[in-house]
């Protein structure tokens, strides 16, 4: 592994299931995020964690929730999945150390329909 | 509320210079970040400022005045692999970054 991957890569899903999204990165920050980006809206902030077993809402965390179990992996969860949801999602991971810049790296995404 | 402005969309010709502007009000300032995101792949991390100033890194410069809460990413020496949109972000009081909307910049031969 390299970076942030993320899985799946896209994923068609009927209203009202239950849809887990998996984020890892190999880099040992200790901040990941997750956001969604919808055509003109820009990137929008659902949850993050500023280290492992810590997490925080974001700004549209509505439908989702997250677990911060370990450094590598922060999974973001659609309880029950609604056509609002339908999106692409990002993950994120920076080092906020003491001194560090925050710079945020990227996942590839996900692209998520919901119908 | 914080707020990050930046034009919708520029159109510029493969060779020339293009100056994308960003302008940020938000509760705090730690620091502002350029990304760059072709269609349908991720944000990737173009340049940071957090002082007042010019930094220069190759083609793409990016310029910080915190006074007048104001940025540009200026790029020359257009390619057509430069046709992306561009992000401005900042980093506020609370070490959360808050985004503007993006730029799509096109470039035309």
């Known amino acids: 592994i390299a970076g942030i991957t993320q899985a799946p890569t896209s994923q068609i899903l009927a209203a009202g299931r239950r849809m887990t999204l998996r984020c890892t990165q190999d880099?040992?920050?200790?901040?990941m995020y997750w956001y969604r980006q919808d055509l003109g809206l820009g990137l929008r902030l659902i949850h993050y964690?500023?280290?492992?077993?810590?997490?925080g809402k974001g700004e549209v965390p509505d439908g989702y929730s997250v677990s911060r179990a370990n450094t590598d992996d922060f999974p973001l969860t659609l309880a029950s999945a609604v056509p609002s949801q339908t999106s692409v999602y990002f993950c994120?991971?920076?080092?906020?150390?003491?001194?560090?810049?925050?710079?945020?790296?990227f996942g590839p995404g996900t692209r998520l329909t919901v119908l | 509320g914080q707020n990050i402005d930046q034009p919708t969309e520029m159109t510029a010709t493969e060779g020339a210079i293009v100056q994308i502007n960003c302008t940020y009000q938000?509760?705090?300032?730690?620091?502002l970040f350029w990304y760059q995101q072709h269609a349908g792949e991720a944000p990737t991390f173009l340049s940071y400022?957090?002082l007042d100033g010019l930094e220069e890194k190759g083609r793409f410069s990016s310029f910080l005045s915190r006074s007048k809460g104001y940025s540009y990413l200026l790029l020359k020496e257009l390619q057509m692999k430069d046709s992306a949109s561009y992000l401005c972000?900042?980093?506020?009081?609370?070490?959360?970054?808050?985004w503007g909307a993006g730029t799509k910049l096109i470039i035309k031969p």
């Open positions: 994120a991971s920076s080092d906020s150390s003491s001194g560090s810049t925050d710079t945020q790296y």
């Open positions: 880099m040992r920050h200790n901040a």
């Open positions: 964690s500023n280290t492992a077993g810590t997490t």
């Open positions: 938000t509760s705090g300032f730690n620091g």
């Open positions: 400022n957090v």
């Open positions: 972000a900042v980093l506020d009081s609370n070490y959360q970054l808050i």
